[in-house]
């Protein structure tokens, strides 16, 4: 089983009908009743996937009177923010130097010789 965080997080949301899910719950808290109702399955698979995303440290449930509302917990998303950023940053940089290096080869004259052939004459 894993235990990293962001491996959980990433693989629940692997399953559409979960990022609906997460997608729904940042408008507002729901029960899983609420949450099952444009679904066409039972309350108990969406109350597996509320579990799976629980489980993932995305949503967490609370008393209030006789209702169980699940809340989205947004933290989890700076997780996944640092991480994406991470590797976005990384792959901006190598797009900049890919850029400026044709660049570099667009000002350079060009005669149809190749270059290495140039410099031996």
């Known amino acids: 089983m894993v235990d990293d965080p962001l491996s959980l997080v990433f693989s629940a949301l692997g399953d559409p ?22 679904y066409d399955v039972t309350v108990q698979a969406v109350s597996k996937h509320i579990k799976v995303l629980e489980d993932a440290g ?14 989205l917990e947004a933290e989890v998303f700076d997780l996944m923010t640092k991480w994406i950023e991470r590797y976005r940053g990384e792959a901006e ?15 350079q004259p060009t005669t149809g010789t190749p270059a290495r052939k140039k410099a031996a004459s």
């Open 17 to 38: 009908t979960r990022r609906d899910i997460v997608a729904r719950l940042a408008a507002g808290d729901a029960t899983v009743n609420e949450l099952a109702e444009p």
């Open 58 to 71: 995305l949503v967490s449930r609370s008393r209030d009177a006789q209702r169980r509302p699940c809340h």
């Open 93 to 107: 940089d190598r797009f900049r130097r890919l850029d400026a290096l044709l660049e570099q080869m667009g000002e």
